[in-house]
């Protein structure tokens, strides 16, 4: 069975660009996560969807947004792009609401921007 | 400030030796905790979690240990091997009910098997 994926792996943009991230969760998982890990640093919690809708949302300003699709894929999307926007973004998936379950990270994308 | 720290940024154990990795939590409404394994270049692996109802939990290779009274968490991995070496986290989460608030990982352990 395949794990969560994203994609890119990898991309490079500019200061003031803006970025899309896309995650597709375990099959039968209704609840993608999303991350931010800065090197050397733990995951930082952004945001977490449920069945289409967002539950929770961390410290992070109005430039990161993001949504939920009906076959529960997601994307991340960052405005405005800084250079402290690089870092590595985790999608995880769950089957159940964050906290009453096992979560499942994928690869991650590395953003750098510069 | 995080709520959820460790207290080692580096362990060093020699291969076959057993390792323990500590994490201390300062939020007393975290009522699930997870160990998760990050590999170089790897997204974070589950190992382990514990619910706060329970002090000790086993899986293969590997127990969790919680401690509520003083807010500390341990992970022993019994006979390292060398692909044991990675970065781990612990990461705590207070269920709300609506699982609002996300996991809250620490800086992170990393693991060095020496042969």
């Known amino acids: 069975d395949a794990g969560v994926t994203q994609s890119p792996t990898h991309l490079i943009k500019t200061r003031g660009q803006h970025v899309t991230l896309r995650c597709s969760p375990i099959?039968?998982?209704?609840?993608v996560s999303w991350y931010q890990q800065v090197l050397g640093q733990g995951p930082q919690f952004i945001f977490q969807y449920y069945e289409k809708e967002e539950r929770g949302r961390g410290n992070f300003p109005d430039r990161f947004s993001a949504r939920q699709f009906p076959n529960y894929s997601s994307e991340l999307n960052v405005n405005a792009l800084l250079l402290g926007d690089s870092a590595l973004y985790l999608c995880?998936?769950?089957?159940?609401?964050?906290?009453?379950?096992?979560?499942?990270f994928g690869p991650g994308t590395r953003l750098t921007v510069t | 400030g995080e709520s959820v720290g460790l207290h080692l940024p580096t362990l060093s154990v020699q291969e076959g030796d057993n390792s323990i990795i500590n994490c201390a939590y300062s939020n007393s409404a975290s009522d699930y905790f997870i160990w998760y394994k990050q590999e170089s270049g790897k997204g974070p692996q589950f190992i382990i979690d514990i619910r706060s109802n329970m002090d000790k939990r086993q899986g293969q290779r590997v127990t969790v240990l919680l401690n509520k009274t003083v807010k500390h968490l341990s992970l022993q991995i019994a006979a390292t091997q060398p692909g044991d070496s990675a970065v781990y986290f612990c990461?705590?989460?207070?269920?709300?009910?609506?699982?609002?608030?996300?996991?809250?990982f620490g800086k992170g352990t990393h693991l060095i098997i020496q042969p």
């Open positions: 099959s039968g998982h209704k609840s």
């Open positions: 995880a998936s769950s089957l159940v609401v964050q906290g009453a379950g096992e979560q499942y």
């Open positions: 990461a705590e989460n207070a269920y709300s009910g609506g699982g609002a608030d996300g996991l809250t």
